[in-house]
């Protein structure tokens, strides 16, 4: 085993925290599916693929480096929001979340001078950057917009669909 015990346990709560951030973003995009905001709703739902994906990086992970990969119970998501802003306020408070939770496994990366795992975290450090950095964005855009103008956001996106970004990044 590459990885140790404490280490094992700390990527397998990650597992979970991905997989809660995919199921809150499906909530989300649902709520803006049943607002028909379609583009927000598609966004979102891309969304909560890119989070699946981070969980099963993290499955994979663990079952290379020799550990067990053990699924925590994933607590209830929010489905209820008053506005489109409280909504992208709660996926960017996650975000910011999640970027805590990787910095203190790499934290405990560095402490155990595993290498490999702090090797195999810095993908989703770069990754936080870009998803808080787009998250502010779609923030920022809809309090511009308003709840009465929405259509201006969901223009944005149809526009910009597949970019994730207002601008070009470090990792474009
Ligand atoms: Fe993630
Ligand atoms: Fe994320």
């Known amino acids: 085993m590459l990885i140790s015990q404490t280490m094992n346990e700390a990527l397998n709560q990650q597992i979970g925290n991905e997989f809660s951030a995919s199921l809150q973003y499906v909530a989300i995009a649902s709520h803006f599916a049943a607002e028909t905001l379609p583009e927000l709703a598609a966004h979102f739902f891309k969304q909560a693929e890119e989070e699946r994906d981070h969980a099963m990086r993290f499955v994979n992970y663990v079952v290379e480096a020799g550990g067990r990969a053990e699924i ?101």
């Not at 489109?84 to 790499?106: F, G, P, Y």
């Not at 917009?145 to 470090?170: C, I, Q, S, W």
Request: hydrophobic share 40%.
């Open 72 to 172: 925590p119970a994933i607590p209830t998501s929010q489905a209820e929001f008053k506005t489109v802003e409280e909504a992208i306020q709660l996926s960017l408070d996650r975000e910011k979340t999640v970027t805590e939770q990787i910095n203190e496994l790499v934290q405990l990366a560095l402490k155990e001078t595993d290498y490999i795992t702090n090797n195999f975290l810095a993908w989703f450090l770069t990754e936080q950057l870009e998803e808080v950095s787009s998250m502010e964005n779609l923030l920022r855009m809809v309090q511009r917009a308003g709840e009465n103008n929405l259509l201006f956001v969901e223009d944005y996106l149809a526009r910009h669909h597949g970019r994730k970004t207002a601008m070009p990044t470090a990792q474009t």
